[in-house]
């Protein structure tokens, strides 16, 4: 779960990490109410869980709360990445001295938490990576004592900082570590820290990803939100609320199968024989002809989607259930688009059986099918 | 010979009294695997499958000497079971549940690593070797054989479709191994191809990866530096789009890490000879045996 | 920092630990409403910071809210080992099918945690440890990886419970193990722990103590308690501010000294000439002379003190600077006993001279000192 | 030679720049304390008593080859100081500061066993080896005279005063050792009496105890079985009343467990020969010797 900027602050002030000051406002009118409260100048920044929203124009300064309720009108128009612009954070501007990365993520290799941190601030951490390797300095959590006061230092030490803001640029390292852990975040980032001129640090932007599988510990703090994950569209949501795993592509094929690694061959088939996919929609383990019929549903909610190919390896789930499921959605009229099915493993003969009775047309490999498929949207177009 | 799970290898099933539990015990029994104990705290005396069950995996182990353990309880308290059967020595340990905190899984695999522990998945189908007819773990037995291809795969269903593909060609496997489709697992692809090169009954290796992290390019190294046998490999995600969860919580391509293209790369470098298609990869095992 | 019963149930309650109903009065009015608020049979207990109090009577029975009234007024106006009653817990009487003993304290030999756990609870764990060992159950905790879920359910095991009441009792001791890691705590006990006749557990009585040491990291807990550390009379108060060890005893001869174990010592020592003291008060490391005449000053209020006895080994602190501290003391009229000094080490010839001077005879070695005391009580008596 | 400290022994002081470190580096360089850097986060580039100061102990270590560490930064910081020490691959390291919370000293205790490295204390005067000259503690030096007997104790005054009662009476110390005040210490009485058994150059133990706990009961089970040499004891505490924290947290007798009795008990079976008094400490020696 994405945290908006202002949540993740809320969090971040609840451990005494000092954020500038400001507020969150749903309207025009609030920001100026915001930025008179500053009652200096103000950054007026879209709340939006999508990246780059700076390069999109969803970041602007304004010196008077006039001009700020006028970014915040242009601003709370905006989509960004196509998603709607839900609030803005109006902030006072702080006097930068310089402008600092701090970060902690999961190191996949290594499993272990990994906190990053770099005195080049300000851009993106994958940018800097290819940039300036050497500028990025990362620390390995000892998964049985945490991340201590003094390897926090350490990092701010590596960073460059000399004198008292080793201490303090250490505690923040170390209350971003005591969020992580409190909250089961897998990603935060802090960019840019800010470094003032008269020697402050604030954490200016935040950027806090909760662990969606944790989410059943921090009822709390949902609750507190008062808001569901908001960084999906209608069928994405669709498909979270059924647990499948959704993903919209350019193309124009549907590809429903179930398991991940056989639904991304698929796609990679399809695009081998000449096509491109829309969607990535995998069923899950044991999908029974409810879901079946379910998923074709949420595919054909998606207006790109010129063709289906269903390609189901059975082991839990079983064909026969597939093949009642397919039949069961074509007899509702559901099927708006050529589909082309492919079938094997598990009650394979019992699902063709179903199939070949209702006069729906299956193949063997998906091989085959994918070059079908293909074959079938080139003569729709 | 094999890898993880041999003819002495003796599971308890933990969470046996679940539906999963119970479905894939049947399943495991029926091809073969000696299921010695389930465990469900607080059903002791019950009996699922002819299985006798146990309050605790200690208990269970000592009463029926047990020597590994697979998982089944869901996600919340799939890592208090995993820690409980490493506590116990269990090893290894398959953990086939899905959507565990992160957190959970570096404590569990951390503590597995303490100790000398093999922890397989979470978010795995687990291991099969089918000349011992173990299977220890939730894939349809039946697709796969008997020989000395060892196959190690980040994916489920794209494990059974590439299995099914070799055994209609007529090559075997020595065994399969699922690594699980989580960013942080146990076992890790390197480490697999390492316990399968001490394997010599195991004349080749498939290795099938997917986009997300690194861990084909390390075993890629590794093939390149140690491994003299032929390997075939497959990458999954090809076409996926950055920045995107591809179903797999592992699989995401971050910024330029992660992608197919770097991985298919690494690993025609280290000689491995790399499938287009799922069902390339029988043809180019024939090609290279 | 040892808790109120009433104290520890409220934190007991906040991680969801089911405890009897009822509430906490200050008068017998108040007990008579909590009473009829449970409205059913309660029991009055007096919260007091010492152990044994239903052998001094602190804990009875009531039928109705009238008899819980009367026994409120009587427990109220107790005073049990020395200490007032603060208040009445009044709470449902349960209906008892088993006691439980649920604890969790430090291992001094191990250096860990440890989980104790008792099927037949209700007695003190040192009697029960006399009597039947074999019934007490104990698990240390792995430092890295704190105490487990699966351990709890053990220990519910171990204890001889079965079915779905491991997993209940299981969940009290991770709850248990939770607030000890929460707050530092060294030692807690719930004993009973009660299992009722319609198989639910409660915490029927709870012993929560603080590390001390540690009690900057719980601002927010004593704030909440709006308290400071009640168990200590006057003397025992004015010591701890000052930051000595100060205990009281039953004899006469208070013994003033820099070290916890050289005091010791000098009590042991004053035993062995036949004497008995009254005052084990330890300046600690580097006492000025302020602090000297403070200890003095703290040692006399105490009426059972005949004679005094200082016995300073100089390391850091400085033998001039004790000097000064008692010269000061007898100046301003303070030393209303005698007093025998014993004084070496670090600026002894300074410090000697000092007494010398002032008139104030001293001794090398704490066996003349010791004897010497004795002697003075005894001609005082 | 000695144990724990020697004229190898190049030190750090953690926590230099406070009072308390100031002080102390002061009297140890004085003494003849190798101490080669202090550490205070923040003050990299002060100088204290001619002792350049680093902003942390890894650069301190890496810039002037330390291989010990003495830590006087207040309680709340005192964990961390010492598990940076131990990151550090310092040993020993001896924690002088006191009212250090127990949960503290676990943790730091366990990640110094993980690392097979000595913490001394918390809640220590620290450790002497009067022969080379080294403290590497808050004692004062002149009390102890170097000789072959080696002299631990669990409180520090009473140490000094033991120690300059050998000194009057002739006998010399090969090192002298607070195992700390506290419930939790690192070092125990057993494993002292362990490293002392270890050293060539110790002919005679004084093992100095107090009331709380059962560590002299079991230093002296082990002394009974395999310690050879004079052994002469003293506990202090014995009229102290059962429940009081005697000044020391750990000086306290619970129950009927931590009594001076039972100590003196197990002691003398052991063969230790136990004085009523501290300055009998002395003659028992000579009678031993």
């Known amino acids: 779960m994405k945290l908006f900027e202002h949540e993740a602050k809320d969090i971040f002030r609840a451990f005494n990490m000092p954020t500038p000051s400001g507020g969150v406002a749903m309207t025009p009118k609030e920001a100026t109410e915001r930025a008179a409260e500053v009652g200096k100048p103000v950054v007026v920044k879209a709340m939006v869980l999508a990246g780059k929203r700076g390069k999109a124009g969803g970041v602007k300064f304004a010196d008077t709360p006039q001009e700020a309720e006028k970014f915040a009108e242009e601003i709370l128009k905006m989509r960004i990445n196509d998603l709607p612009v839900e609030a803005v954070l109006i902030e006072e501007k702080l006097d930068i001295e310089q402008e600092i990365y701090a970060g902690i993520t999961i190191d996949r290799n290594e499993r272990k938490y990994v906190v990053i941190g770099s005195a080049a601030g300000g851009m993106s951490i994958e940018e800097l990576a290819e940039e300036s390797p050497e500028k990025i300095i990362k620390m390995y959590v000892d998964p049985s004592l945490g991340f201590q006061a003094f390897e926090a230092r350490q990092m701010a030490i590596a960073m460059g900082f000399k004198g008292k803001q080793i201490n303090q640029l250490g505690s923040f390292f170390l209350k971003l570590w005591k969020i992580v852990e409190a909250y089961d975040v897998e990603l935060t980032e802090i960019n840019p820290l800010i470094l003032t001129k008269d020697g402050k640090f604030y954490a200016a932007d935040a950027r806090l990803n909760i662990d969606d599988n944790s989410l059943y510990r921090h009822k709390a703090i949902i609750e507190k939100l008062k808001r569901e994950p908001v960084d999906q569209n209608e069928r994405e949501r669709l498909a979270t609320e059924n647990d499948m795993a959704y993903v919209e592509l350019d193309g124009n094929i549907a590809c429903i199968c179930n398991g991940a690694g056989l639904t991304m061959a698929t796609l990679d088939a399809i695009s081998l024989y000449g096509g491109k996919a829309s969607t990535f929609l995998d069923l899950g383990g044991g999908a029974d002809a409810e879901r079946v019929e379910k998923g074709i549903e949420i595919a054909l909610m998606y207006p790109k989607v010129k063709a289906i190919l269903v390609n189901i390896m059975g082991g839990i789930t079983r064909c026969d259930d597939v093949a009642r499921g397919i039949l069961a959605a074509r007899n509702d009229g559901d099927i708006t688009a050529p589909i082309v099915i492919r079938m094997v493993g598990t009650n394979e003969e019992e699902g063709q059986e179903i199939l070949k009775k209702a006069g729906i047309p299956f193949l063997k490999t998906m091989e085959e099918a994918a070059s079908k498929v293909v074959e079938l949207v080139k003569e729709v177009a | ?289």
């Open chain 2, 1 to 289: 010979m094999a890898i993880l799970v041999d003819k002495d290898t003796k599971v308890i099933v933990q969470g046996i009294t679940g539906g999963q539990g119970t479905f894939h015990s049947g399943a495991m029994l029926e091809y073969g695997t000696k299921i010695v104990a389930g465990v469900t705290p607080g059903k002791a005396g019950e009996v699922i499958n002819g299985v006798p069950v146990y309050d605790s995996v200690i208990e269970a182990k000592e009463s029926q000497g047990a020597n590994a353990s697979i998982i089944f309880v869901p996600a919340p308290f799939a890592g208090d079971a995993a820690l409980e059967a490493i506590a116990a020595d269990l090893n290894p340990v398959v953990v086939i549940t899905e959507h565990v905190p992160v957190k959970d899984e570096i404590r569990v695999i951390h503590a597995a690593k303490v100790k000398g522990i093999t922890v397989i998945g979470p978010n795995t189908p687990g291991v099969i070797t089918p000349g011992a007819k173990q299977k220890v773990g939730i894939m349809p037995g039946h697709v796969f054989s008997h020989g000395d291809v060892g196959l190690m795969s980040r994916s489920g269903t794209l494990t059974y479709e590439i299995a099914a593909g070799m055994t209609n060609a007529g090559i075997g496997i020595s065994t399969a191994l699922g690594l699980g489709g989580d960013p942080c697992v146990g076992l890790t692809t390197i480490e697999a191809v390492k316990l399968f090169k001490e394997d010599k009954d195991t004349k080749a290796l498939v290795l099938v990866g997917e986009i997300g992290g690194d861990a084909e390019e390390r075993a890629a190294a590794f093939i390149k530096k140690e491994y003299d046998l032929p390997v075939v490999g497959f990458i999954a995600g090809r076409t996926a789009p950055p920045g995107k969860r591809m179903g797999h919580a592992g699989a995401i391509i971050s910024g330029s890490s992660g992608t197919a293209a770097a991985k298919i790369k690494a690993l025609t470098e280290a000689g491995v000879a790399v499938a287009d298609k799922p069902s390339d990869v029988a043809r180019l095992l024939k090609e290279a045996l």
